[in-house]
């Protein structure tokens, strides 16, 4: 038979059904912690994907105001380099009428 020593001594090494109440408990609140920083970290997540999205977008339209203010750029090159042709072409007849008039005896 088991005196009541060995019944205090078994409920030392052997769990009890208080013990796994009080165990579930404790699972249970471990649980909600996690869930709760689990959702701390999802919200901080998203915050951070919007942040990126916006970020993307921002880039996204500055680089095309820069890509069309390039391309103006380009075009007014195009049309100012085909004008100094032009001009360098009326520059030199004008050169060449100059020294022709130069070389008249008067």
Same mark, same amino acid.
Request: charged letters at 40%; proline letters at 1%.
């Given at each position: 038979?088991?005196t !009541?020593?060995?019944?205090? *001594?078994?409920k030392k090494?052997?769990? +009890?059904?208080?013990d796994?109440?009080?165990? *579930?408990i404790?699972i !249970?609140?471990f649980?909600? =912690?996690? !869930?709760?920083?689990f959702?701390?970290?999802?919200?901080?997540?998203d #915050?951070? =994907?919007r942040s990126i999205?916006?970020?993307?977008?921002? +880039?996204?339209k +500055?680089?095309?105001?820069?890509v069309?203010?390039f391309?103006k750029?380009d075009?007014?090159h195009t049309v100012?380099?085909?004008r100094?042709i +032009?001009?360098? #072409?009326?520059i030199?007849?004008?050169e =060449?009428?100059i020294t022709n008039?130069e070389? *008249?005896p =008067?």
């Amino acid at each position: 038979m088991l005196t !009541d020593g060995d019944i205090k *001594k078994l409920k030392k090494v052997f769990a +009890t059904k208080k013990d796994y109440q009080d165990m *579930k408990i404790d699972i !249970d609140n471990f649980k909600k =912690s996690v !869930d709760i920083r689990f959702e701390i970290v999802e919200n901080a997540i998203d #915050k951070l =994907s919007r942040s990126i999205v916006d970020f993307k977008e921002h +880039t996204y339209k +500055t680089l095309d105001w820069l890509v069309g203010a390039f391309k103006k750029f380009d075009e007014e090159h195009t049309v100012l380099t085909a004008r100094y042709i +032009t001009i360098n #072409k009326t520059i030199d007849n004008h050169e =060449s009428r100059i020294t022709n008039l130069e070389k *008249k005896p =008067s």
